[in-house]
């Protein structure tokens, strides 16, 4: 069982940045395959950035593909996301996911993710 806690969002303007976290209970956080995920009402949860744990690769949608870098410090139990240049279109529910995979790719789908964070607001205005 893992449990997740985000923290790190809310309201900043278009071009500002923030840094997302997640913090994860449990002693086995570093086999963890972890992603982000982000959600508008009345869409479905999108992938953002996720971070395999064998080989260590990043994955990001291509929407946020060089603004966005997912991170983790197993020492600390937490995956980052650092959010530059952030647009209105950024706005969303972020969520902190977790999965056991033991592959060398990263997973895109919610599906594949067991675990899952309560979700932190990120709002940016224009």
């Known amino acids: 069982q893992v449990q997740l806690v985000e923290s790190g969002g809310g309201l900043v303007q278009a071009g500002d940045s923030l840094r997302l976290s997640c913090a994860a209970s449990g002693r086995t956080f570093s086999i963890y395959d972890m992603g982000w995920f982000r959600q508008v009402p009345g869409q479905e949860r999108e992938f953002v950035a996720g971070?395999?744990?064998?080989?260590?690769?990043?994955y990001y949608a291509d929407s946020v593909k060089g603004r966005f870098t997912i991170s983790r410090d197993n020492a600390k139990n937490t995956v980052y996301l650092q959010m530059n240049s952030l647009k209105p279109e950024d706005t969303a529910v972020y969520y902190c996911a977790a999965t056991f995979r033991y592959r060398n790719d990263v997973g895109v789908n919610a599906g594949e993710y067991t675990y899952w964070g309560q979700g932190t607001q990120v709002t940016v205005s224009s």
């Open positions: 971070i395999n744990s064998r080989v260590g690769i990043t």
